[in-house]
């Protein structure tokens, strides 16, 4: 079985621009989260959806948002990039809500804004 | 709030001696504890988990963990370290029911020849 796929795998953007950033869950997985992994420090979390609905948002601007797909596949979307924004983009899949059960999580992905 | 921390940033281990990685939480309800492994620009393994009964518990190659809830304390051990094992190492914690996993700074661990 295919483990939680991340795409793309690298991305460089420019400040003040858009990104948008894709995730599939693990087959029968039906909660996404995602977290946001800046050099020398760990994860943090960004949100959680399961079945659809927002089920957590960790203290981001507004500029995050994101979103579930009826077949449970996420998009993270960030708005007017800073610098800052700089990271290493994890998806986490779970059966259940997050803590509750293990939670797989994908290579990630390596945004740079220039 | 939650809080995990992590208290050494670096260890260094010779190949095949024993190890030890530190986790301590803050946590007001019964945690579930977690620890994953994650190689140079990569994502995260888990390598074991705590949610109830044993406080020892056995996970992927070769780590375990024991759970201390009077000294709130959740460390990784193996009993021989292979050169395999450099990683940087995350402790995290959670709870049924709540949507967040939080995550401590993490260990990197090298391993000397």
């Known amino acids: 079985d295919a483990g939680v796929t991340q795409s793309p795998t690298h991305l460089i953007k420019t400040r003040g621009q858009q990104v948008t950033l894709r995730c599939s869950p693990i087959?029968?997985?039906?909660?996404v989260s995602w977290y946001q992994q800046v050099l020398g420090q760990g994860p943090q979390f960004i949100f959680q959806y399961y079945e659809k609905e927002e089920r957590g948002r960790g203290n981001f601007p507004d500029r995050f948002s994101a979103r579930q797909f009826p077949n449970y596949s996420s998009e993270l979307n960030v708005n007017a990039l800073l610098l800052g924004d700089s990271a290493l983009y994890l998806c986490?899949?779970?059966?259940?809500?997050?803590?509750?059960?293990?939670?797989?999580f994908g290579q990630g992905t390596r945004l740079t804004v220039v | 709030a939650q809080s995990v921390t992590q208290p050494d940033i670096h260890i260094t281990v010779s190949e095949g001696a024993s190890l030890e990685l530190r986790c301590n939480y803050s946590y007001g309800a019964t945690p579930y504890l977690f620890w994953y492994v994650q190689s140079p620009g990569q994502g995260l393994q888990l390598l074991l988990k705590y949610f109830s009964g044993d406080t020892l518990v056995q996970g992927i190659k070769g780590f375990e963990a024991e759970f201390k809830r009077s000294q709130s304390s959740f460390n990784l051990r193996k009993p021989s370290v292979h050169w395999s094992d450099a990683a940087e190492y995350f402790c995290?914690?959670?709870?049924?029911?709540?949507?967040?996993?939080?995550f401590g700074k993490g260990t990197m661990l090298l391993v000397s020849p």
């Open positions: 995290a914690v959670g709870a049924k029911g709540y949507s967040t996993l939080t």
């Open positions: 986490a899949s779970s059966l259940e809500v997050v803590g509750g059960t293990e939670a797989f």
């Open positions: 087959s029968g997985h039906k909660s």
